[in-house]
């Protein structure tokens, strides 16, 4: 197995370079999310009072496709 000095110097060669990275940043709000909680509320609101119906609540982490990416916009396909 060769050394860390041995790879090093081996992409040193092949011009390999350490680059910093930038962090994308996470999308806080979609354009529809107002709409999908004034539809939520909605309901909520119409099925308050009714015994025959059970209420949850769910909460998730989704993956959104919109917004900004750290490839500069660039999807990842």
């Known amino acids: 197995m060769p050394s860390e000095r041995t790879l090093r110097d081996i992409?040193?060669?092949?011009?390999?370079?350490?680059?910093?990275i930038q962090k994308g940043k996470p999308l806080k709000k979609t354009a529809e999310t107002d709409a999908i909680f004034e539809n939520v509320q909605s309901v909520r609101e119409?099925?308050?009072?009714?015994?025959e119906t059970l209420q949850i609540s769910v909460d998730t982490k989704a993956k959104v496709s919109l917004g900004e990416y750290a490839q500069g916009g660039k999807n990842q396909n």
């Open 46 to 51: 119409q099925y308050q009072d009714d015994p």
């Open 11 to 20: 992409l040193n060669r092949m011009n390999y370079r350490l680059k910093r």
